[in-house]
């Protein structure tokens, strides 16, 4: 069966760059999407197809994709930050969807 | 104001079933595909499954297979999500999420959740 990995935690200071990634075989075939859930509330679209960012979600988030990796840029990391973050991409039919474990971002 | 509003908490036994309701605002519902994702407490985000938006399809994940069931009421603009033969492990917050118009598969609005509570 096809999964998505990421890496458990990631912990940066503010101001600094936070990366996640997230690895998966499908991820040459199938765009990645990006979610930002903070406790108690529905998770937040912050990148589509890859790179593409929805109106409203700040500058400070990007995304990239090379090969089996895709990830998830944070620049100039900030407290309101701290998060769970879920990469989401495709099996190679494009009709089921995979959630990576989620990633939670500590700002020191 | 394009918005997802989803039924209340529900507490259900073993063996039972589940429907969970998410009524669309803002939009049709025929023009987006509806996702239902579900998490456990303290868990990762889990996809159940989807309804086309234009032809009514549905595709279920392999794990919920047999016991899920999306449907839609057009009229109502409410879309729905019937899980059956509840076990503890199905405990968790249900969301309907919307796919898109760019692609079906970025879910751009969430509803607020609904959490199902399987418990003797």
């Known amino acids: 069966s096809y999964e998505v990995t990421q890496p458990p935690s990631v912990s940066v200071s503010p101001g600094q760059t936070a990366r996640i990634t997230c690895s998966g075989d499908?991820?040459?075939?199938?765009?990645a999407y990006w979610y930002q859930q903070k406790p108690g509330q529905a998770p937040l679209l912050l990148v589509y197809?890859?790179?593409e960012r929805p109106s409203g979600i700040p500058e400070r988030f990007s995304g990239s994709s090379s090969g089996t990796t895709v990830t998830l840029t944070i620049s100039g990391v900030q407290a309101e930050d701290e998060a769970d973050y879920y990469c989401?991409?495709?099996?190679?039919?494009?009709?089921?969807?995979?959630f990576g474990g989620g990633t939670k971002l500590t700002v020191l | 104001q394009v918005q997802l509003v989803q039924s209340g908490a529900e507490v259900k036994k073993p063996g039972a079933s589940v429907k969970v309701s998410c009524k669309a605002s803002?939009?049709?519902?025929?023009?987006?595909?509806m996702h239902w994702v579900r998490q456990a407490p303290g868990q990762r985000l889990e996809w159940m499954g989807w309804?086309?938006?234009?032809?009514?399809?549905?595709k279920y994940s392999q794990k919920f297979q047999g016991r899920v069931t999306i449907t839609r009421d057009t009229s109502a603009s409410t879309a729905y999500m019937e899980l059956s033969s509840l076990k503890s492990e199905d405990t968790a917050v249900y969301y309907c999420?919307?796919?898109?118009?760019?692609?079906?598969?970025?879910?751009?609005?969430w509803g607020q959740g609904t959490m199902v509570t399987v418990s003797s």
């Open positions: 999420a919307r796919g898109a118009a760019t692609t079906s598969l970025a879910f751009d609005i």
């Open positions: 803002g939009y049709t519902l025929t023009s987006y595909a």
């Open positions: 309804i086309n938006g234009g032809n009514g399809n549905t």
């Open positions: 499908t991820l040459p075939k199938q765009y």
């Open positions: 197809k890859d790179t």
């Open positions: 989401q991409s495709a099996d190679s039919s494009g009709s089921y969807v995979l």
